[in-house]
């Protein structure tokens, strides 16, 4: 569940950051409202098509079987971590300019298109954000024993992300927005790479792609991944007992490219 949470928290909390970015600039440019209706209109559609795209996901997988399914599901579980990086990469170079930018193209759309224009942008950026979560959650509710706990971490995801965004308003110094993005964004790649590791294992197991080594070790007499802080691990960084000597080379391969985008980012920022 642990998981569910954290992506919830950190996707609702843009998501309130973005409503709230857009509900300022209406605040001094709209003073008779009626642009404010058209951006509640704009949040449920976004929420809405974010929503069509779980229930998408959800009806295929009920259509498919087999080997057919398997592909799906680790499709998925690839997409998954690849929109996670993606997301903490974008942010570290365009985060800085998110209001502006917000501000800029919510003008515009307001100029030819009134408030049609302020309803798409809204929707537009609420469903980015709602499709994102939906994406995780499906590679979430993969994981072994996620289940029931969905629901119950999505509620407590939204709730926490409404008392961190209501923190980050106020301004305090023990919680701003540069050091918020920042931890959140490495514990997004971390959870990105147990993504990956999950869609690699079932890779394996599938007879997809040769284990060459396994186990290549068994820390299960230390740590074992399938109780207690063992499986916390295994769900939010990918941490196995066992691995095998492919999951080992993924391991390597995806800390050395994601630090290197890293220094590049730095470089750019």
Same mark, same amino acid.
């Given at each position: ?6 992506? @919830?928290?950190?996707?609702?909390v843009?998501?309130?950051l973005?409503?709230?970015l857009?509900h ?9 409202? /009626?642009?404010?209706?058209?951006? #509640?209109?704009? +949040?449920?559609?976004g929420?809405g098509?974010?929503?069509?795209l779980?229930?998408?996901?959800v ?7 087999g ?9 998925m ?6 929109l ?11 985060g800085? /300019?998110? %209001?502006?930018?917000l501000?800029h193209?919510? #003008?515009? /759309? ?8 302020i309803a798409?942008?809204? #929707?537009?950026?609420i ?5 994102e979560?939906? +994406?995780?959650?499906?590679?979430a509710?993969?994981?072994p024993?996620?289940?029931?706990s969905?629901?119950?971490g999505?509620?407590l995801?939204v709730?926490?992300a /409404?008392?961190t965004?209501?923190?980050l ?9 540069? %050091? ?15 993504l990956?590791?999950s869609?690699?294992? %079932?890779? @394996?197991?599938?007879?997809?792609l040769p ?20 499986? +916390? ?10 691995p095998?000597?492919t999951l080992?080379l ?7 490219? +994601? ?8 470089r750019?920022a």
């Open positions: 569940m642990g998981s569910t949470v954290f992506v @919830i928290w950190r996707e609702s843009e998501a309130m973005v409503v709230g857009l300022s600039w209406l605040k001094f440019n709209d003073p008779g409202g /009626a642009g404010k209706r058209s951006l #509640a209109l704009g +949040v449920l559609l929420l098509l974010a929503g069509g779980g229930w998408a996901m009806a295929a997988q009920s259509e498919l079987s080997q057919a399914l398997e592909w799906f599901q680790v499709a579980l690839l997409v998954a971590a690849a996670m990086v993606q997301m903490v990469f974008w942010m570290r170079r365009h800085a /300019a998110m %209001r502006q930018s501000h193209n919510l #003008a515009q /759309a307001a100029e030819r298109s009134g408030r049609l224009g798409v942008v809204a #929707a537009l950026a469903a980015r954000e709602g499709s979560a939906a +994406v995780f959650l499906y590679g509710s993969l994981e024993g996620a289940g029931g969905l629901t119950l999505a509620a995801g709730a926490i /409404a008392l965004a209501w923190l308003s106020r301004g305090l110094r023990f919680l701003d927005y540069r %050091r918020f993005f920042l931890i959140s964004g490495w514990m997004l790649l971390l959870f990105a790479l147990a990956l590791v869609a690699v294992d %079932r890779l @394996i197991g599938a007879g997809l284990a060459l080594v396994d186990p290549v070790w068994n820390s299960a007499w230390l740590l074992d991944d399938g109780h207690g802080l063992g499986s +916390v691990l295994a769900a939010m960084v990918g941490y196995r007992a066992r095998s000597l080992l993924v391991f390597a391969v995806y800390a050395a490219t +994601v630090l290197r985008a890293m220094r590049t980012a730095r750019h």
